[in-house]
């Protein structure tokens, strides 16, 4: 496997742990929701900001928080 797709597969499973992304944060957020036991849930907002904080997002956009819910929720 080369690098440029290790990075991109670690950054789409929401490993920010292994890239530092704005795409695997946000990914991350989503796949510990899912997780969590949100997935087709209304997720409260307090629950929501900290994840966010969690993962160092602190200015989530909407698109973002509409990626979320379409691929991880």
Known sequence: MNLGY???M???EGQDNMV???LAK???IGR???????AGQVVPA???LSYCNKHGIHD???EEIN???VEWL
Not at 32 to 38: K, N, S, T, V
Request: aromatic share 14%; hydrophobic share 45%; net charge negative.
């Open 6 to 8: 290790w990075l991109y």
């Open 60 to 62: 989530i956009t909407q």
């Open 20 to 22: 530092s992304t704005r």
């Open 46 to 48: 307090a629950v929501f």
């Open 26 to 28: 946000i990914n991350a």
């Open 10 to 12: 670690n950054e789409a």
């Open 67 to 69: 990626h979320i819910e």
């Open 32 to 38: 510990e929701l899912r997780d969590a036991g949100y």
